[in-house]
């Protein structure tokens, strides 16, 4: 994956960068991973988000821990599921009889990332209680679907696994600063290889392979936890 090293060597290069100016009052407030802060910082994050649109409905959720070290860093993992189902309206089936609805199928795909986080120390923002960061991660992941065979004139089981690299830029922002609770939220490139089998009715199961770019958008709840001194 040349892009993603490139990405991962960018990301050390600006590992070096500190904004300058006076720090006093960054240093009295409380922000989550604030360098010029006398303590150490841990969080919590994750979602729960039901939808529906249409005749397809499910739920996504996400719940990760991060652990912030040596002022500017943090690494962190997070867990992904995904419950999906779908539908049609005056569908045919395969013998060719109408249905008012029809041609169902589930799916679910499960997720785990591993991520590093660098904090910026812009003076202001933290000031607000806003912390920048730059993100990169390592996501493994499967997605499984089923189909209703009596629709279904080609593959009934659609089974991928894949695994990805990822640079995000993001924001820690506050809701309520009395009680540290605020919205984690970040977006970014990422390459991906995933291998996906898909199970058909009348032949031998196909295998695909491919790698490509995507973009990636996470926004999560989030809640901090003060610890320690300097370290």
């Known amino acids: 994956m040349p892009r993603v090293l490139l990405s991962l060597i960018f990301l050390l290069i600006l ?25 150490q910082t841990w969080s919590l994050k994750g979602k729960i988000l039901p939808w529906e649109i249409g005749n397809g409905g499910g ?4 719940l990760g821990v991060e652990y ?13 599921l995904h419950l999906m189902e779908s539908s049609d309206d005056d569908v045919r089936d395969t013998a060719g009889l109408k249905h008012d609805v ?11 990332l591993f991520d590093y986080r660098y904090y910026f120390d812009n003076i202001e923002r933290r000031y607000s209680g806003v912390a920048f960061y730059l993100l990169t991660y390592v996501r493994l992941g499967a997605i499984s679907r089923h189909y209703d065979p009596l629709y279904r004139a080609d593959y009934l089981d659609h089974w991928e696994t894949h695994h990805s690299a990822g640079l995000s830029f993001g924001a820690t922002i506050p809701i309520d ?11 970014g490139v990422f390459e991906k290889e995933k291998r996906i089998v898909e199970t058909y009715l009348d032949k031998a199961a196909m295998t695909k392979r491919s790698v ?8 999560n709840f989030s ?8 370290t």
């Open 15 to 39: 590992t070096g960068i500190r904004a300058q100016g006076p720090g006093a009052r960054a240093a009295e407030m409380e922000s989550p991973y604030n360098p010029r802060a006398a303590y």
């Open 59 to 62: 739920i996504a959720s996400f």
């Open 68 to 80: 912030g070290f040596l002022k500017h860093n943090s690494i962190g993992v997070d867990g992904f």
């Open 102 to 112: 029809g041609n169902y199928w589930t799916g679910v795909e499960r997720a785990i």
């Open 177 to 187: 600063k009395r009680y540290r609770w605020g919205i984690d939220i970040n977006a």
């Open 212 to 219: 490509g770019p995507g973009f990636r958008l996470s926004v």
């Open 223 to 230: 809640y901090w936890f003060k610890r320690g001194g300097k």
